[in-house]
């Protein structure tokens, strides 16, 4: 019903902002990754997503269409609420989400606070085929990065880490950098063990 809303930004909170748009205030709630996209500019517009409960009706806004795309498609999955998508969306980025659910991992999806083995693996059931659809994801692509992952941490292994250590290491590399390169995530991985 209401798709987008564009006006001065009147409050502004890592959870919540407050648009005045022709002298009404929305309030929306928005997560982690949408605060850090929201410039301190006078003027704001967000995608937003309108929630409809028989006590309340709640706005939840998104600096991209993107993460608008994904919110929808994590609240379509049973056991997952919006405040649940949100905290995704604010722990994880959008892509870092699409990229998790296409993969299978079911480690990052399940690091989420408030998502147990049970549902990261739902989510990754009821999502993955239509995630490589809609952004046309190749599983290639993906079993690519697993490649690179495990070629990194055969490496370490022969340099003498512990696995289960430099695993560790590793994936915070591999959020932080998804596209890393075999080379780009030993370097990164030899400078934190």
Do not use: W
Not at 5 to 27: H, S
Not at 95 to 123: N, P
Not at 163 to 182: F, S, T, Y
């Amino acid at each position: 019903m209401i798709t987008h809303i564009q006006g001065k930004l009147v409050e502004k909170t890592p959870t919540d902002v407050v648009i005045e748009c022709n002298g009404v205030g929305y309030a929306i709630n928005i997560s982690l990754h949408t605060y850090s996209q929201i410039p301190d500019k006078e003027y704001l517009k967000l995608y937003t997503h309108l929630q409809i409960k028989e006590d309340s009706h709640t706005l939840y806004g998104f600096s991209s269409l993107s993460e608008r795309d994904i919110f929808r498609l994590l609240i379509s999955v049973n056991g997952i609420g919006a405040n649940i998508a949100r905290t995704m969306l604010s722990s994880l980025t959008p892509i870092q989400i699409k990229e998790g659910i296409a993969k299978e991992d079911v480690v990052l999806i399940q690091s989420i606070k408030g998502i147990g083995t049970k549902t990261a693996q739902r989510v990754i059931i009821d999502l993955k085929d239509k995630i490589l659809k809609i952004y046309d994801m190749d599983e290639v692509l993906v079993s690519k990065d697993n490649t690179n992952k495990n070629e990194a941490l055969s490496a370490l292994e022969v340099l003498g880490f512990v696995k289960k250590q430099a695993e560790r290491v590793v994936d915070k590399i591999l959020i932080l950098q998804p596209d890393a390169n075999v080379e780009t995530i030993i370097k990164q991985a030899l400078k934190n063990l």
